[in-house]
T-cell receptor
Framework: AQKVTQAQTEISVVEKEDVTLDCVYE???????LFWYKQPPSGELVFLIR??????QNEISGRYSWNFQKSTSSFNFTITASQVVDSAVYFC????????????FGKGITLSVRP | NAGVTQTPKFQVLKTGQSMTLQCAQD?????MSWYRQDPGMGLRLIHY???????DQGEVPNGYNVSRSTTEDFPLRLLSAAPSQTSVYFC?????????????FGDGTRLSIL
């Protein structure tokens, strides 16, 4: 069975600080996909990134970066120079390969960025 | 392009009432799913469908029914609402399966059962 653990429940930082959101996953498959979604206070779910299990390259998109390490089953998300607009709930999710695969979410991390 | 449309956005029911949450997508996506979001629990999969005429259970299916008669629509039915079903419900779709495709989410339905 697949599982996603986001041990941090709430994080509060001051604007311009860097912050890392942790995600640890469990799966028996060798082919799987990892995702991060953002849920701002308005409530919608916004897709941020997808990573497959064969691509361990780190990814950077502006102030966002992701560190995928299969050795530790982690897919961590770092926001550099955080801004108030980054305040949201962030979900890490996992799906295994296959047409009937399901997406399993972690419980989410509430990030508050104070001005 | 509307994407994934959920109706209603808000609903209050009394215990024992039935209702249908509607979900429609205009992207010709094969895969559709329903999640519920509860505080501290993340999103949990209720039911999903890999195509018209095919549905399957997710993690928390009890108390909910679904059907998929068309590619576009995937309604979620509560046959006899219970207070434990108070939640925010999200419908999502993706082109083919969800293993390597990000899901497109609707804006959610906030449901309260009294």
């Amino acid at each position: 069975a697949q599982k996603v653990t986001q041990a941090q429940t709430e994080i509060s930082v001051v604007e311009k600080e860097d912050v890392t959101l942790d995600c640890v996953y469990e799966t028996r498959d060798t082919t799987y996909y990892l995702f991060w979604y953002k849920q701002p206070p308005s409530g919608e779910l916004v897709f941020l990134i997808r990573r497959n299990s064969f691509d361990e390259q780190n990814e950077i998109s502006g102030r966002y970066s992701w560190n995928f390490q299969k050795s530790t089953s982690s897919f961590n998300f770092t926001i550099t120079a955080s801004q108030v607009v980054d305040s949201a709930v962030y979900f890490c999710a996992l799906s295994e390969a296959g047409a009937n695969s399901k997406l399993t979410f972690g419980k989410g991390i509430t990030l508050s960025v104070r001005p | 392009n509307a994407g994934v449309t959920q109706t209603p956005k808000f609903q209050v029911l009394k215990t024992g009432q039935s209702m249908t949450l509607q979900c429609a997508q205009d992207m010709n996506h094969e895969y559709m799913s329903w999640y519920r979001q509860d505080p501290g629990m993340g999103l949990r999969l209720i039911h999903y469908s890999v195509g018209a005429g095919i549905t399957d259970q997710g993690e928390v299916p009890n108390g909910y029914n679904v059907s998929r008669s068309t590619t576009e629509d995937f309604p979620l039915r509560l046959l006899s609402a219970a207070p434990s079903q108070t939640s925010v419900y999200f419908c999502a779709s993706s082109p083919q399966g969800i293993s390597n495709q990000p899901q497109h989410f609707g804006d959610g339905t906030r449901l309260s059962i009294l």
